[in-house]
């Protein structure tokens, strides 16, 4: 399965936001993005959700929906990402269709063997650094903390490492052998920035050939 090395995660203060960034994001050379919106009903968000489909289907973008593995069945989107208190991903499955995708939300080197058992598609690990979007943060694992996990795992399932990265970060973190990362605040602040987090991905494919970036563009 084709995983994007760049995954971009909705940010906006309303629906109506969310999908003027992923527009942006998608004019922008995006090729993945993760709608992630919480306290939301389930009605609005299946509304915002077949309104973010419609966008990344003219611009041939992935699209992954966050948490609601029932929605991205509903509209046919590539997939699903689960947070660790989302429901199991054996289960979500059982509901999706075959091609569909399902990535899950890793802290820990246990958290990582947890959803390889579970036949996950691709794992985000995180965070790199403390970022002050969210609640109840578990500590940043650094450049050391990717590098110890990672090795230890020996996986050929992505590992997409997230939290906190700005473009300066990029060629460290993928030499830890992380095989993408997601970014968020950087984007939103400056959609421009996706050719360069491109570029350096580009650089970084052909001076090392890491076998996990066989299944990345």
């Known amino acids: 399965m084709i995983i994007p090395k760049l995954h971009y995660i909705s ?4 629906p109506k936001e969310h999908l003027e960034n992923i527009q942006k994001a998608c004019t922008s050379g995006i090729e993945l993005v993760q709608l992630r ?38 509209i046919k989107a590539d997939g699903v990402h689960l947070e660790k208190s989302d429901v199991c991903p054996t289960i979500a499955r059982k509901h999706l269709y075959t091609w569909q995708m399902i ?16 036949e996950v598609d691709y794992i985000t690990l995180g965070p790199y650094r403390v970022e002050i979007t969210k609640d109840n943060l578990n500590p940043p694992l650094g450049l050391n903390g990717y590098t ?3 090795e230890n795992l020996k996986t050929e399932t992505p590992i ?29 602040r400056n959609f421009d920035s996706i050719k360069i987090f491109n570029g350096c991905r580009v650089k970084k494919i052909r001076r090392k ?6 299944a990345l563009k």
Do not use: P
């Open 103 to 118: 990535g899950g939300t890793a802290n820990t080197l246990q958290d990582c063997e947890i959803l390889l058992d579970k």
């Open 209 to 214: 050939k890491y076998k996990r970036f066989r």
């Open 148 to 150: 110890a996990i990672i």
């Open 11 to 14: 940010q906006g203060n309303s």
């Open 37 to 74: 919106l919480k306290n939301i009903s389930e009605k609005k968000f299946l509304k915002l959700s077949t309104s973010a489909r419609e966008i990344t289907s003219h611009f041939q973008t992935r699209l992954i929906i966050n948490d609601h593995y029932k929605i991205a069945k509903a």
């Open 160 to 188: 997409i490492g997230a939290g906190g990265m700005t473009i300066k970060d990029v060629t460290d973190v993928l030499e830890t052998g992380v095989s993408g990362i997601t970014v968020s605040g950087e984007i939103t």
